[in-house]
């Protein structure tokens, strides 16, 4: 029997999105076939909230990731830590009905749940709670997300309504009409957080194999049949396909149900004193428009600044010009800006904007769809996913489970994103 590999040092360490990244946890290697309760494929923050929630309810779990964990979006992304979908909760009332109270009360509490891990597993990654900023450039956009601000606080969320000068004071930036403040929020260095969840996940007794790409999966009689290239199998009862913006075509036809859109992102070097003013309460900021971008200082006082991506994937300093220049400005007094690190990482993004959760098969989950918001989300995904699985009532998963539906045309899915571009592009200029 093939053996499987163990989780390696990352690939990446050149580049930020690892360097400064709390270490990986070593996991021994497995000669034999695993055998598991649940097979979790995916070591990104669904797969591995899943596996540390199971594993602590006592479940045996056997997570295989094609790379290492936190090689995709979970390692790279802008590290903000969001309680929110992209819908608005009086938005979702109306689309889901009754169904939108329990995802809305999973949402609201995601951010108090990555911080909760991080303090109980010690998760060493550089963790502030200091708020997300949502910001218009417009004085047109700056009443809509006031009223998403009431909406959540009729909730009984702690967020602030700001005018175009707290806005200015907070972002160190006059390019902003006001906006709110989402004071649950924070933010992480995204890698050593995935790497921690990793860790809790393997001290709770899952187990974790990288660089274990996943390449059939089949059912035998009444377990699921895995085997990862190079022919090592591992046998489970259930099986939870955590594969977000990297699914591939290992369940068919999943990875027609998502775009899988790129997002870039930008760092400068410590900047100290200069932009000391800058998002100065450690508050993270994204903009308001479709098109949006986002920033947030990480503990070296470096400006990350993150936006849309192209199709393909980043093939030189060329491709992230546009997010240079939305942070030139921002802040006009500090440009040009040096960049000391470029990277990219692909989201999902589903025709409705909501997370999807499928059970194709007997014993097969799928949860994926996070649209750039999966930091909070995909945690609270996990720890929800867990306790359906080990018996929890259906009733009390709070994410709606729908059926896999491809988006029509998708072969077309890189004319899709550009077209989207262009045409978000173009709204965000009409409605400035
Ligand atoms: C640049 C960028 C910035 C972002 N910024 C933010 C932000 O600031 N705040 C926020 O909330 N969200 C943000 N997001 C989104 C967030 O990172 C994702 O929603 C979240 O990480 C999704 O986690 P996941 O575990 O579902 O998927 P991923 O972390 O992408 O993990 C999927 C994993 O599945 C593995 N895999 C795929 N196929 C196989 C297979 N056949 N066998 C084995 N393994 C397989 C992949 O290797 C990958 O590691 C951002 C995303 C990007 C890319």
Redesign the pocket.
Known sequence: MASIRPVMSHPAAASLWAAGAAPAAPTPPIEDACQADVLV????????STALHLAQAGASVCV????E??????????????PTLKHDPDELAALLGARAEPLLDAIAGSADLVFELIARHRIDCAPVRAGWLQASYTPAGVPALHRRAQQWRDRGAAVDVLDRQAMVTRTGSDQFHGGWLDRRAGSIQ?LSY?RGLAAAALQAGARIHGA????DLRRDGRRWVATVAGGARVLSDQVVL???????G?WPGLARTILSA????VATPPLGAAAAHILAGGE?LSTAQRLLV?LRKDAQGRLLM?GR?LFANPAGPADFAHVERALAQLYPALAPFQFEYR??????ITRDFLPHVHRPAPGVTI??G?????????TA?GKHLAAWLTGGPEQDFPFPITTPSPIPLHGLQRFYISAGVAWYGLLDKLSG
């Open positions: 494929v995916g070591g990104g923050y669904t797969g591995l295989l990731e094609a790379h964990p936190g090689w995709g979006a979970s390692g790279r992304n802008g590290g903000q830590v969001n995204p995935a274990s790409p996943v390449t955590a594969t977000n913006g990297y699914s591939d290992l790129n997002s870039f992102i993270t986002y993150g991506g990277w990219g990482g692909r989201i999902a949860a994926l996070y649209n750039g918001r999966g930091v909070a989300t995909a995904m």
